[in-house]
């Protein structure tokens, strides 16, 4: 009862205050740290709740989950996205921020490592203050809103490798080049090993739950693997937040991806209400009291540093330095990463009890203030235009135009371009494999002292560890081995000049020499991590003749085991939504077509949606919701403006227009699905035409292939270019390959009627 007393009164006193942010448009963040402090042990008002032991456990619980929701919203892909100028705008602002908070800890007194959590918890704004702010000032769609949206989610990053990165230093390690770089290197070897293992599996497991309607069983699955894999990283020695944010990227690359954020909405509500009011509750107003000078002058600089920090950014980076300035009043708000940091700083001695009481109040101060400069923003940014001497004003102009103005593209662009990929793709492959040697000898050493292995193999457990190393690492092996002769090629062509008449023996020899120099370095390097447990010399040399004998005879299979493991990663780091030359031509249409302001949205069409399978004339979009498909992008290649016969099918990205009450009554009607009946799935083959087949030289509708069969023809390949939605005049070649849709059944009857060898099911 005592569990459930203060539970109730939390959320109560929560709802209490949320409601009056909501009425003065406050974020509700604010309410929910106003509320922690009026139930607060220390508050001398009320003072409801006296143990906050159930509060704060739940609220660990919370942080785990909040941070799997961060890391589900955040795809991969995102980072790429972003471009090369947002990065170097938040490195520069973030190490701006850094630097502020060690020399502000140092002035204050305070010890490095104490000074280092203060510049964490100045260095991460709060994106959940920001979007509620943003969002109650309808300012979401501007431009400074829209950058501090893109330098947030780096920021997200940033905050999860410094939970990392204190904790670790904080637990013992000692604060010291040599150990930074071993921590480093760490994170690197549990980063790409997790991910790269997880999005293999996980996104399949969640897929098939997904896909065959079972809701109940992968909400459970998803949230299993979300605890279960914190406690999992905690095992490790790492925090069970980095455990739980990686989970949350590797679920993200999942069809499921909409479904779980709509699904796990209300419980991340009441988890940050949770958190936020138990972060309010550790307000102790006597702290406050002794320490009103730090918190007025961790205050006073914070805000001038945050809005200086975006602005120096944007200017380095080429953006212009208004638009910093304006971003950086946007982000000027310290919030959920900040509590996180001054409770990991609090329970390992580093920092006193007073921090919770001045990171609470720059919180609230913040907080109050960032509504008042958001809608200043701009007035203040013109001000600071006007003071500044008109040399300045030259200086930053002429800069910004240097650093926009276009680059030649001369042959370090061509080198880029041909070597930039296998380069990261040998990169990642080398980091998988730098992670199964330094794990080799613990593992070996592990599964040597099981007691299940001496019962089953007495004597020789510790073989069966190193062929199970050996077996981990034979696919990367392998895939090093393939991109080292792809780079040697490459750099060897253009290397050399096409006069000499021995071009191409020398490109050869040239190209052995850098693929073996790249394969001896690598070896080296593996050799260095592995030499402290490496077996015995008549051992080592049984296991690698044997493991050389396993590649040569299983070289196919390890092939097609690396490409499906590197078509995973690079579908993850591939933007699956419409292209910027996509959006242009559709924004083209939008405003010949519709001169009225309307608004786009782009959405995922389900494999469960009701619409799956018919012609855009058929579903009658337009007629039912007012709303327009202007264009689709379907397995690479985008349509603008697609014809009615255009076909449906799972994943399609749909760019949608009209005013917003139609978009909204649109995507309700494509999230309609289907009755889930006994019937036969449809399915999407690839049917290549061949030499002798009966209807090359007819067209698509000479053909009679859907009152034939009743599968519909979605799209041809041609010469490797897809074309969507062929005409029906549209003429058969041989070595054409057709895109049907249909049931399996029907399929194999259009592939006889065609004469065509299928090629690949969808």
Same mark, same amino acid.
């Given at each position: 009862?005592?569990?459930?007393?203060?539970?109730?009164?939390?959320?109560?006193?929560?709802?209490?205050?949320?409601?009056?942010?909501?009425?003065?448009?406050?974020?509700?963040?604010?309410?929910?740290?106003?509320?922690?402090?009026?139930?607060?042990?220390?508050?001398?008002?009320?003072?409801?709740?006296?143990?906050?032991?159930?509060?704060?456990?739940?609220?660990?619980?919370? $942080?785990?989950?909040?941070?799997?929701?961060?890391?589900?919203?955040?795809?991969?892909?995102?980072?790429?996205?972003?471009?090369?100028?947002?990065?170097?705008?938040?490195?520069?602002?973030?190490?701006?921020?850094?630097?502020?908070?060690?020399?502000?800890?140092?002035?204050?007194?305070?010890?490095?490592?104490?000074?280092?959590?203060?510049?964490?918890?100045?260095?991460?704004?709060?994106?959940?203050?920001?979007?509620?702010?943003?969002?109650?000032?309808?300012?979401?769609?501007?431009?400074?809103?829209?950058?501090?949206?893109?330098?947030?989610?780096?920021?997200?990053?940033?905050? $999860?490798?410094?939970?990392?990165?204190?904790?670790?230093?904080?637990?013992?390690?000692?604060?010291?080049?040599?150990?930074?770089?071993?921590?480093?290197?760490?994170?690197?070897?549990?980063?790409?090993?997790?991910?790269?293992?997880?999005?293999?599996?996980?996104?399949?497991?969640?897929?098939?739950?997904?896909?065959?309607?079972?809701?109940?069983?992968?909400?459970?699955?998803?949230?299993?693997?979300?605890?279960?894999?914190?406690?999992?990283?905690?095992?490790?020695?790492?925090?069970?937040?980095?455990?739980?944010?990686?989970?949350?990227?590797?679920?993200?690359?999942?069809?499921?991806?909409?479904?779980?954020?709509?699904?796990?909405?209300?419980?991340?509500?009441?988890?940050?209400?949770?958190?936020?009011?138990?972060?309010?509750?550790?307000?102790?107003?006597?702290?406050?009291?002794?320490?009103?000078?730090?918190?007025?002058?961790?205050?006073?600089?914070?805000?001038?540093?945050?809005?200086?920090?975006?602005?120096?950014?944007?200017?380095?980076?080429?953006?212009?330095?208004?638009?910093?300035?304006?971003?950086?009043?946007?982000?000027?708000?310290?919030?959920?990463?900040?509590?996180?940091?001054?409770?990991?700083?609090?329970?390992?001695?580093?920092?006193?009890?007073?921090?919770?009481?001045?990171?609470?109040?720059?919180?609230?101060?913040?907080?109050?203030?960032?509504?008042?400069?958001?809608?200043?923003?701009?007035?203040?940014?013109?001000?600071?235009?006007?003071?500044?001497?008109?040399?300045?004003?030259?200086?930053?102009?002429?800069?910004?135009?240097?650093?926009?103005?276009?680059?030649?593209?001369?042959?370090?662009?061509?080198?880029?371009?041909?070597?930039?990929?296998?380069?990261?793709?040998?990169?990642?492959?080398?980091?998988?494999?730098?992670?199964?040697?330094?794990?080799?000898?613990?593992?070996?050493?592990?599964?040597?002292?099981?007691?299940?292995?001496?019962?089953?193999?007495?004597?020789?457990?510790?073989?069966?560890?190193?062929?199970? $190393?050996?077996?981990?690492?034979?696919?990367?092996?392998?895939?090093?081995?393939?991109?080292?002769?792809?780079?040697?090629?490459?750099?060897?062509?253009?290397?050399?000049?096409?006069?000499?008449?021995?071009?191409?023996?020398?490109?050869?020899?040239?190209?052995?020499?850098?693929?073996?120099?790249?394969?001896?370095?690598?070896?080296?390097?593996?050799?260095?991590?592995?030499?402290?447990?490496?077996?015995?010399?008549?051992?080592?040399?049984?296991?690698?003749?044997?493991?050389?004998?396993?590649?040569?005879?299983?070289?196919?299979?390890?092939?097609?085991?690396?490409?499906?493991?590197?078509?995973?990663?690079?579908?993850?780091?591939?933007?699956?939504?419409?292209?910027?030359?996509?959006?242009?031509?559709?924004?083209?249409?939008?405003?010949?077509?519709?001169?009225?302001?309307?608004?786009?949205?782009?959405?995922?069409?389900?494999?469960?949606?009701?619409?799956?399978?018919?012609?855009?004339?058929?579903?009658?979009?337009?007629?039912?919701?007012?709303?327009?498909?202007?264009?689709?992008?379907?397995?690479?290649?985008?349509?603008?403006?697609?014809?009615?016969?255009?076909?449906?099918?799972?994943?399609?990205?749909?760019?949608?227009?009209?005013?917003?009450?139609?978009?909204?009554?649109?995507?309700?009607?494509?999230?309609?699905?289907?009755?889930?009946?006994?019937?036969?799935?449809?399915?999407?083959?690839?049917?290549?035409?061949?030499?002798?087949?009966?209807?090359?030289?007819?067209?698509?509708?000479?053909?009679?292939?859907?009152?034939?069969?009743?599968?519909?023809?979605?799209?041809?390949?041609?010469?490797?270019?897809?074309?969507?939605?062929?005409?029906?005049?549209?003429?058969?070649?041989?070595?054409?390959?057709?895109?049907?849709?249909?049931?399996?059944?029907?399929?194999?009857?259009?592939?006889?009627?065609?004469?065509?060898?299928?090629?690949?099911?969808?």
């Amino acid at each position: 009862m005592h569990f459930m007393k203060d539970i109730g009164t939390v959320l109560a006193v929560a709802g209490f205050t949320a409601l009056f942010c909501a009425r003065f448009k406050f974020p509700l963040v604010l309410g929910y740290l106003i509320a922690g402090v009026l139930i607060s042990p220390h508050s001398p008002v009320t003072g409801v709740v006296r143990d906050m032991q159930s509060v704060n456990a739940l609220s660990d619980m919370g $942080v785990t989950f909040l941070l799997f929701v961060i890391g589900l919203e955040f795809q991969i892909y995102k980072i790429r996205e972003q471009g090369a100028r947002t990065l170097v705008v938040s490195l520069v602002e973030l190490a701006f921020m850094f630097c502020v908070g060690m020399t502000l800890g140092s002035l204050l007194g305070w010890k490095p490592l104490a000074s280092a959590f203060l510049a964490g918890m100045l260095m991460i704004s709060s994106t959940l203050i920001i979007v509620g702010t943003l969002s109650s000032k309808k300012l979401t769609t501007g431009r400074p809103a829209k950058f501090a949206m893109n330098l947030a989610i780096y920021e997200d990053l940033a905050a $999860v490798l410094l939970i990392f990165v204190l904790g670790t230093l904080v637990a013992g390690k000692g604060v010291s080049p040599k150990s930074l770089a071993k921590i480093a290197f760490d994170l690197s070897l549990f980063l790409a090993t997790t991910l790269i293992a997880g999005l293999v599996i996980v996104p399949r497991v969640l897929n098939r739950l997904f896909k065959g309607h079972q809701h109940e069983a992968l909400s459970i699955v998803t949230l299993g693997l979300c605890f279960g894999f914190a406690l999992f990283s905690a095992s490790l020695g790492y925090s069970p937040a980095l455990g739980a944010f990686i989970m949350g990227l590797i679920a993200a690359e999942s069809l499921s991806r909409e479904w779980l954020l709509n699904r796990l909405e209300p419980m991340r509500e009441f988890f940050t209400a949770l958190f936020f009011v138990s972060m309010g509750a550790l307000f102790d107003y006597q702290k406050f009291i002794e320490h009103w000078q730090t918190v007025l002058i961790v205050l006073l600089v914070f805000v001038p540093a945050r809005v200086a920090a975006v602005a120096l950014g944007s200017f380095v980076s080429g953006r212009t330095w208004r638009l910093g300035l304006q971003t950086g009043f946007c982000m000027a708000v310290l919030g959920e990463f900040s509590f996180i940091l001054a409770s990991l700083g609090e329970r390992s001695g580093v920092l006193g009890s007073e921090i919770h009481a001045i990171m609470v109040s720059v919180c609230l101060g913040s907080a109050i203030a960032l509504p008042f400069n958001v809608g200043r923003a701009g007035a203040w940014a013109s001000k600071i235009e006007a003071w500044l001497p008109g040399p300045v004003k030259s200086f930053f102009a002429l800069y910004e135009s240097r650093i926009t103005a276009p680059k030649d593209t001369g042959t370090s662009s061509r080198w880029w371009k041909l070597l930039h990929r296998p380069l990261m793709v040998l990169v990642l492959e080398f980091v998988v494999l730098s992670a199964i040697a330094a794990t080799s000898g613990p593992f070996v050493a592990w599964l040597k002292n099981a007691p299940i292995m001496e019962e089953l193999l007495p004597g020789s457990s510790e073989w069966v560890g190193w062929l199970l $190393v050996i077996a981990a690492a034979l696919p990367f092996l392998v895939a090093s081995w393939k991109n080292m002769q792809v780079i040697g090629m490459i750099a060897a062509e253009l290397g050399l000049s096409s006069t000499p008449s021995l071009k191409r023996r020398m490109e050869n020899a040239l190209a052995q020499s850098l693929t073996a120099a790249l394969a001896l370095a690598a070896l080296l390097w593996l050799g260095l991590i592995t030499r402290p447990f490496l077996p015995p010399w008549p051992v080592l040399a049984i296991l690698a003749t044997l493991g050389a004998g396993v590649a040569v005879f299983f070289w196919q299979g390890l092939n097609r085991l690396h490409h499906r493991v590197e078509s995973v990663v690079r579908v993850s780091l591939a933007n699956a939504a419409l292209s910027q030359k996509g959006r242009l031509e559709a924004r083209q249409v939008l405003e010949e077509q519709y001169p009225v302001q309307a608004s786009i949205k782009e959405i995922v069409l389900l494999p469960d949606s009701d619409v799956v399978g018919r012609a855009l004339k058929d579903i009658m979009l337009r007629e039912n919701t007012g709303a327009t498909i202007l264009a689709i992008k379907r397995s690479g290649f985008e349509l603008v403006n697609p014809p009615a016969d255009t076909c449906l099918f799972p994943e399609d990205h749909l760019l949608l227009v009209g005013d917003a009450e139609q978009i909204r009554i649109a995507t309700e009607f494509f999230s309609i699905t289907r009755v889930k009946q006994q019937e036969e799935k449809n399915e999407i083959w690839v049917a290549r035409l061949r030499e002798n087949s009966a209807v090359l030289g007819s067209s698509l509708r000479q053909s009679g292939l859907r009152s034939k069969t009743g599968v519909t023809v979605v799209g041809l390949i041609r010469g490797g270019v897809h074309h969507a939605s062929p005409a029906p005049d549209t003429s058969l070649n041989d070595g054409d390959g057709l895109l049907i849709f249909g049931p399996k059944s029907a399929l194999t009857k259009a592939v006889e009627v065609l004469g065509a060898e299928r090629v690949s099911g969808g």
